[in-house]
């Protein structure tokens, strides 16, 4: 074999720059493929996630709507209890008090009326008198328990 010409060894190195050329560009085409597709997955991810949080938000702000509603109505049926619960110890503190003023007469006609004295106990159990009771009341309900207790 004969050494090779010097336009053969320049076309072996034409060839060979070529061929890198043609590998770095390859290799180019590659790296810019894979950013434009990093590229692309991110502005997709991102787009799902603007699309997650605008959902999210809209739920949130439902809920909370539901919450808020929910709230209002517990609110009111508080209230509507508590009303109710004030007029019915009103009742109550009212019933107790006539009881307590018919009672003072019949104590006198019949001191040992065992309906009284049962009519009575049943109130005291249904209805335990409220334990701030001013201390002018609280005496003369003593004094009329001790009474009929003699």
Known sequence: MSEPSLGE??????????????VGKGVQWLLQW???RAERTASVREAKLARW?????????????????YLAKVERAMQSFQQQLDQ?????????????LVAGALRERD???????????????????????????????????VADRS
Do not use: V, Y
Request: glycine share 8%.
């Open 34 to 36: 894979g950013e434009r």
């Open 111 to 145: 001191p040992m009326n065992s309906a009284l004295k049962r009519a009575e106990q049943l109130l005291a159990t249904a209805f335990p008198l409220d334990p701030i009771i001013p201390p002018t009341m609280a005496a003369e309900l003593g004094a009329i328990d």
């Open 53 to 69: 949080h605008s959902e999210l938000e809209e739920r949130d702000r439902r809920i909370e709507g539901k919450e808020d509603g």
């Open 9 to 22: 060894a320049g076309g072996l190195l034409a060839g060979a720059i070529a061929l890198a050329a043609a």
């Open 88 to 100: 019915r110890s009103a009742e109550n503190q009212a019933l107790r008090l006539a009881f307590e």
